[in-house]
Each structure stands twice: as C-alpha cells, then as structure tokens.
C-alpha cells in the first residue's frame, strides 16, 4: 500500500458522501469501528449509530477537501490525519481536523476508528 492508495481512501468516502445514502458510508466501516463525529456529541460505536449521524450529516449536503494529509503505514493498518475543509449546500463551511484509522480485511481497508472535529477558533 502507498500513501497515494491510503489518500484515495478519503476520496473513496467523500464520494460515497456525495451519494447522499448514508448506507453506502457506513459501508466503509468495520461493524465495530468508532466515529467520533464533526458535527455531533455522541460517539458512535456500530453501523446503525454511524447511520443515524450520517442521515443527518448528509442532509447539509457535505464535500470534503483535504488541505493537509499525514499517512502513516504499519503493515495491515494505516493512519492518515491533518486537515480538511466540508462545504455545505448553504454555503457554510467547516474546517476540521481529522484521523481515518484502516485496517487490511484480506480483501479491502476499512475505517476501524474515524475522529473529526471542528478547528478551534
């Protein structure tokens, strides 16, 4: 795996955000993977709890740019945190710090913990 293949994998969810299904997110996630959210208080610990937030998330009508990446790759898991920018359909936009956990299932990587937050102003 290269950090070009990892990189892609914020893509690879960002589209699946553009579908505007939040089934084909959740879909990128290990069944027991963590989310802690953007824009939500409540840590999400399961498919239908990541569902429920991204119903929500989805509504505002999010895209998400990368503005900076650090990978990091150990063998069957990879790391990639910085920044990145979501633009909403109202025209607001939220810069937020984040890190994307994956795991190797022996057929895909999968997000095993997912943290994005909100810049401090």
């Given at each position: 795996?290269?950090e ?32 802690l ?12 709890e ?36 979501f ?21 895909r990587w ?5 943290h994005?937050s909100?810049?401090?102003?």
């Open positions: 795996m290269t070009n293949e990892i990189v892609a994998l914020f893509h690879e969810w960002n589209s699946a955000l553009q579908t505007g299904n939040p089934k084909n997110v959740v879909i990128l996630y290990e069944s027991d993977a963590i989310l959210p953007t824009i939500s208080n409540i840590v999400r610990h399961n498919q239908d990541r569902e429920d937030y991204f119903i929500d998330f989805l509504a505002l009508g999010p895209q998400g740019k990368i503005d900076e990446s650090n990978v990091r790759i150990f063998d069957q898991i990879a790391i990639n945190s910085g920044v990145c920018t633009t909403f359909n109202d025209g607001s936009i939220v810069q937020a710090r984040f890190t994307f956990v994956y795991r190797w299932s022996g057929k999968l997000i095993i913990e997912h994005s909100r810049m401090p102003e």
